[in-house]
Nanobody, 121 residues
Framework: QVQLVESGGGLVQPGGSLRLSCAAS???????MGWFRQAPGRDREFVAA????????SYQTSLKGRFTISRDNAKNTVYLQMNSLQPEDTAVYYC???????????????WGQGTQVTVSS
């Protein structure tokens, strides 16, 4: 069984930065890890994904250059560095784990509870 716990969310001013962490328990070192987000009244959307060894990366096109996904398999942790945050980045951010490379939420098997990110002045 895999359990995922996100942390690092909070309130930040426009232009600020946050780093989200996702601590995994269980055998996740071989899993694809992804970040998704869901804003109020909107569908859950893909943010970024990273392969088990970090050699494959994918980002939502509009976020590339501001967001960076990384992982430390020794710590069973995945990170999402978010820079130049804007109010439209406000959402609940979810960490997910899956066996196959994917950018769609339905392909991921395990999910965290989410962490709130609010960008506001």
């Amino acid at each position: 069984q895999v359990q995922l716990v996100e942390s690092g969310g909070g309130l930040v001013q426009p232009g600020g930065s946050l780093r989200l962490s996702c601590a995994a328990s269980g055998r996740t070192f071989s899993y694809v890890m992804g970040w998704f987000r869901q804003a109020p009244g909107r569908d859950r959307e893909f943010v970024a994904a990273i392969s088990w060894n970090g050699n494959m990366l994918s980002y939502q096109t509009s976020l590339k250059g501001r967001f960076t996904i990384s992982r430390d398999n020794a710590k069973n942790t995945v990170y999402l560095q978010m820079n130049s945050l804007q109010p439209e980045d406000t959402a609940v951010y979810y960490c997910a784990a899956g066996e196959n490379w994917a950018t769609v939420s339905g392909s991921y098997d395990y999910w965290g509870q989410g962490t709130q990110v609010t960008v506001s002045s």
